[in-house]
T-cell receptor, first 114, second 115 residues
Framework: GDSVTQMEGPVTLSEEAFLTINCTYTATGYPSLFWYVQYPGEGLQLLLKATKADDKGSNKGFEATYRKETTSFHLEKGSVQVSDSAVYFCALRVAAGANSKLTFGKGITLSVRP | DAGVTQSPTHLIKTRGQQVTLRCSPKSGHDTVSWYQQALGQGPQFIFQYYEEEERQRGNFPDRFSGHQFPNYSSELNVNALLLGDSALYLC??????????????FGPGTRLTVL
């Protein structure tokens, strides 16, 4: 079945450090890929998405490129801030349309220290 | 424009009891999906409602049931609660059209604790 694998956490970085969070997927079709972020005490917020191979999603300084050949969608940010501390989830959606279910990875906790 | 809202925020129940969680979708959305997020895990899809009918279902037992009302709001019901049902329950809304390229918007969740 469809699945998402995220690197083990947690991750602790100093402010202004470079961030990479790995995500790989297995899917039967051609999925759309997403990164969601969950701040403490809040629900999930869409951070960025990519719907086809070689697409790059970007938002708030975060970027991820849809790599079909390596089935990956790694999240990167050049300079993290304390406010980026949160849990990050990689997810995929196989069928067309926003109404199709999302399959999530386990998530990884990022802590950024001043 | 109100986003997705859920109630209650927190709930404590005992084993064997029944619980009802509620969700109001984002304005303009007609589809509601429910997810269960156990501690330290990613959300898992329970089911989805569109036009007052269950359209998709994940690998959850029949103890989990739902309903969608004409105003698109939704309820999640869980019967015969088990300790393992303790989790954050997330509601997500979206447009039901298969042509929609929009995404799902999540509510803040209901934290259910089963003792």
């Amino acid at each position: 079945g469809d699945s998402v694998t995220q690197m083990e956490g947690p991750v602790t970085l100093s402010e202004e450090a470079f961030l990479t969070i790995n995500c790989t997927y297995t899917a039967t079709g051609y999925p759309s890929l997403f990164w969601y972020v969950q701040y403490p005490g809040e629900g999930l917020q869409l951070l960025l998405k990519a719907t086809k191979a070689d697409d790059k999603g970007s938002n708030k300084g975060f970027e991820a490129t849809y790599r079909k050949e390596t089935t990956s969608f790694h999240l990167e940010k050049g300079s993290v801030q304390v406010s980026d501390s949160a849990v990050y989830f990689c997810a995929l959606r196989v069928a067309a349309g926003a109404n199709s279910k999302l399959t999530f990875g386990k998530g990884i906790t990022l802590s950024v220290r001043p | 424009d109100a986003g997705v809202t859920q109630s209650p925020t927190h709930l404590i129940k005992t084993r064997g009891q029944q619980v009802t969680l509620r969700c109001s979708p984002k304005s303009g959305h007609d589809t509601v999906s429910w997810y269960q997020q156990a501690l330290g895990q990613g959300p898992q899809f329970i089911f989805q409602y569109y036009e007052e009918e269950e359209r998709q279902r994940g690998n959850f037992p029949d103890r989990f049931s739902g309903h969608q009302f004409p105003n698109y709001s939704s309820e999640l019901n869980v019967n015969a609660l088990l300790l393992g049902d303790s989790a954050l329950y997330l509601c997500a809304s979206s447009l039901g059209s298969i042509l929609s390229t929009d995404t799902q918007y999540f509510g803040p969740g209901t934290r259910l604790t089963v003792l």
